[in-house]
Each structure stands twice: as C-alpha cells, then as structure tokens.
C-alpha cells in the first residue's frame, strides 16, 4: 500500500473521539493553562430563498451536539495546546511549536479528514510568537488558526436532470384519456399495474418495472439516456432559487435583485400581491402606508429580523440530532406551517414551497474502530511485543510499512524519551480525529421530486399497495383547493439545507438495502416493528402482509384483516396479538 493511502486510510472514521492527556507515566498530563478565550466562529448563516410566490429569509445556526461550534472549537484547541506544551507551563517554546499542526494541515483535516505531518510542515516560532516575547500563548496558537473555516457553507447541489423526463413519463403510463391530467379513477386504477409491471412479484412497483426504457437493471437501476443536449440551457436554472451567506453579511445588492424577480409592473416599487409577504410583514414593512414597498423600505427586510430563525444541531447518532425552528410562534403568524419528521429533520412549507432542513449523520459504515486496530496491529509489529517503538524498529526493508508511525513518531513521543508507547500513538491518533469530527458543513441543494418521489411516501424505492391506494388523497391536497384532477403544478422544487461533517457531505442519502429478486436490483426495508410473525411474513418489507404473504388460512388472515383492505397492517398486527393475549388464562 502506498504512504499516500497509508495516511489517507487512516482518517476516514466516523467515531467522535476526545482525546485527555494521558496520564500514564510515559505522557503524564500536563496542567490546564487558565484561559476562557474563546475564538470568533462562523457558525451562523443568512440562507435566502427565492420562492415562486415571495422571497424567504432564514437564520440558520450550526451546533454540535447542541453546543455552540465556537466553545467546541476553543476546547478542541485548548487540548491540542495542552498536548505540544510537554513542559505544562501554559506557554509553547520554541521545542514544543515543532509540535504543532500546520495551518494547511489543520485545513486537510478539518476539510478532508486526514493529515500526513512532515518534518518541515510544522510552523515556526517566529510565525507563533506575534508578541515577540519568545513563547506562544494560547491566544497566539488561536490566532494562528483563525483564518480557517471550522464550519463551511458548500456550493448548491443542482436538480436532477431526469426528474422532469421521469415524471412525463409516469403521467403519460397514469393518464388513460391523455388529456394531461390526472382523474382521481385514474390514479386508483395504477394499483392494477402491479399484476402486469410486478416483475419481480414482490407486490411492489419500482422504476425500473415502471419505466424500463429509462431505467436499466444492470447499473443499479440508474436512469439512462436522461441528458440535457450538448449546448441546451440548464433544465430548470433552480440553482439560484437558495443563497448562503455569513449571518449578517447579506449584500446590499439582494434588495434590487427581489424588486427585479418579483416586480411585475415595472414601477420598482412591490405591492403585497407581487411579493407575496404574509399580512403581518407586510404591514411592518410598509412604513408610509402606501401599500408598496420600496427600496428603502425592504432594505428593512434584509437588514432586520429574519423570517425564520432555526438551529441544526448535529450528532455522531441521528437520534442524537436535532432540527428545530426557534421561534415557532412567529413563523406561524406569518403563514409558515411545521411538520417535524424526525429529531434532525423538519420540513417547513410557505406557500407551496417546501423547505427541507436536516442534520445528517453519516450513513456509512464506522471504519474508525477497524482502521485504528489495524495501526495498533501495526504498531505491535513495529514494537515486537516490546509495548514500545523506538526509531530504529521503523527502518529496514519494511520501512514502507511504517510510514505513518515514522512520520508521527517525534510528536507522538510526549514525553521524548525515544520511545513511543502505545498509549501514546493511541493519544495522538484521537487528538487528529477530534477535529475533523467537529468540522461541519452546510449544504444547500434545489431539487425537484418527481412524481414517483411524491408517490413513494418512505422512499423504499418502491410503490407498495398500501402507498398505491392512499395516493389520491396525498397528491390532490397539493392542487389548489377545490380542484378535482391532479396536473403536473404539483410538482414543485424543493428547497434542502443539510448540515452534516464536512469529510463525508456527500455521503447523507438514505437508502433501503438492495437485494436481487429476479435478476432484478430491488431495495427492501426490513420491518422492525410488530410482532416476529408479522415481520417475518412480511417478506417484501412493505410494512403490510398480503394474503399472498400469509401463511395463514382464509379464515385466520380475515380474522386479522379488521378493516378488509385485502392488507393486514402494523395496527391489525398488533390488536391481534393483544386480544390473544387478553383471552389467555392467567396461569395460577
């Protein structure tokens, strides 16, 4: 393996680790020099939101594991400092700076996740010392470091480029007269496609069975030939719909570029019809009450308080995280409506417009644990059960072997007695990745569901019978009121902001298992509520038993089968058992 990938691989875990000084007597711990400075952070951010029907404002502030970012930061350095100050006298010497992460190298591992140390890579006094006293303070060590980014604002994630062709497509499979519109027959009769699409007979219908030109098994059931021709425009230029700024630091020029998007008569002035504000903005804003805003008086929206005020918090667990709107009772005087999904994910809708915000753990599997026993395993072969690595073990004809060790040696040895113990690579080894698991990033995206997305209310992948039979009520409240088909206005762009570690933002989706039935990639969610017999005969993972799936008799499967929906539910499952178990004898 290359030195390159040796000291990559090393950094790619997930557990938050925050190192203590060891106090074994190979590192014993220094003391704590007494500071409560706590360096300046970017942790909050001004998103904006070009809506269809008015321009949203949001203050969005990153925390973790509801903490402040900034108090986490100034801890997290102040145990770095406590482990290059080997002498405890809270001030670093010319010695102990050698010690220290390089600005660029702290950069790697806040951005990337891993660092590779060298002997020249570390700062000098001299670019330590701003006082020129000839020893570094613990301010001095954060001023070196204040120009680095510990929470990062990342580009806009696109649309989809084949959402719009997928959602064509399934109007023109659901629309039996072609008339462009969807009948609430017609959607009630998709559920008949399972007999003549369910390829796989899982009682499910995927895009692939749906869509079989767009959508080719053998690559996983990405869609094909779905791109934009060479030199055509954007497919719906939603990128610029979601704008993040640095809290406070909103340009001036926002203002007219509203009154340019939302004027529709040309006067540069913005009635509440053309802005679309709720009563109560409105009216604060319209300070002459002329009922139009100018210039001067929407420069107040910018400036002023925000529409919306929210927190992510995020978490090594997604139990753990959290999404929550702040001040819930302002937001629902100004028309905006909550609905919090889960602990670290809440959608917001204004108008039509959804907005989607989520603290994402990873969704990758731990490596840290294996990774790190597999240096530790290293170390062991280097030490030769000697319980310490001296220098000259580092050498020799598996010397390649060692990089990491080698190049980690002189700062790992705390104590600098030539011999680095375990305890001491262990220690150095937690100190790297206590930081880059701080480092956080917020992530916009502009995404545009398809019809299939809307349809598929868990996003197994899948269209159950259960999702099949309730989709007219689902999809005909998102029509304006009164309207009895369904048309493609449905669909709207969604608007996301995801807060998750900066080394893995791009690994947050979640995805059901994929098994292959068939000769067929099909994601399946393995049930894991009710009771066993339930979960065990619910062998699609629908959250549903078919009588097909039923290993029961007629007779038994109506029994359960309290409403007769052809489906017993979790609910049936779980009312069975009971009045089973209430019909029990007690025992004596």
Known sequence: MSRFLFASALFVGL????????????????RRAKTKFVPKLNDSFEVLIYANHRPVRMRVLALYDGKPIAEMWAERLQRAFEYCDRDGDGFLNERESKFVFSDQGMNQLLQNGFYQ?????????????????????????????????????????????????????????????????????????????????????????????????????????????????????????????????????????????????????????????EVGFDDVTFNELDKDKSGKLDGEELDEWRTGKPDLELSLSLAPKASDCAAKLLNEKSAADRGFILKQLESGRLV????????????????????????????????????????????????GPNAVNYQFVRVMFEPADRDGDGKMTKAEFDAYFDLQDSFRNLAVSL????????????????????????????????????????????????????????????????????????????????QVVVPTKGPLWFRKMDRNGDGDVSRREFLGTDAQFREIDTDGDGLISLAEAEEHDARHRERRPARR
Not at 18 to 30: G, K, N, Q
Not at 132 to 137: A, E, I
Not at 138 to 162: C, K, M, T, W
Not at 196 to 218: A, V
Request: net charge negative.
């Open 117 to 273: 140390p060298t002997p020249n890579s570390a700062p000098t006094l001299a670019r330590l010392d701003k006082d020129r006293d000839g020893k570094v303070s613990f301010e001095e060590f954060v001023g070196y470091y204040a120009s680095l980014q510990v929470v990062r604002p990342q580009p806009v994630q696109p649309d989809n480029i084949a959402a719009a062709t997928v959602t064509e497509s399934l109007f023109k499979l659901f629309d039996a007269n072609g008339d462009g519109k969807l009948t609430k027959e017609e959607v009630n009769a998709v559920e008949k496609l399972i007999a003549t699409k369910d390829s796989d007979e899982d009682e499910c219908l995927s895009q692939n069975e749906l869509m079989p030109e767009y959508f080719d098994p053998r690559f996983g059931g990405r869609p094909v030939a779905l791109t934009r021709p060479a030199g055509g425009p954007p497919p719906t230029g939603l990128a610029q719909v979601v704008m993040v700024y640095e809290a406070g630091r909103i340009p001036g020029t926002v203002t007219q570029q509203v009154i340019k998007r939302y004027d529709k008569d040309g006067d540069f002035e913005l009635t509440q019809d």
């Open 443 to 522: 992530t916009p995206a502009v995404q545009t569901p398809t019809l299939f997305q809307l349809l598929d209310e868990n996003r197994d992948g899948r269209l159950s019978v259960r999702e099949l039979r309730t989709a007219w009520n689902r999809l005909v409240v998102l029509e304006q009121p009164g309207v009895e088909v369904i048309t493609k206005n449905i669909i709207q762009p969604a608007v996301a902001l995801r807060l998750t570690r900066t080394f893995d933002r791009n690994n947050y989706a979640v995805r059901a298992p994929v098994i292959i039935a068939n000769g067929q990639p099909t």
């Open 348 to 395: 917001l809708h204004s108008g039509r417009q959804p907005i989607e915000l989520w603290a994402v753990p990873s969704t990758g599997q731990p490596q840290q644990p294996a990774l790190k026993q597999q240096y530790q395993n290293l170390f062991q072969q280097a030490s030769r059960g000697k319980g310490f690595v001296e220098e000259k073990d580092l050498t």
């Open 15 to 30: 557990t938050v680790a925050v190192v203590a000084a060891p106090d074994t007597p190979e590192a014993p711990a220094p």
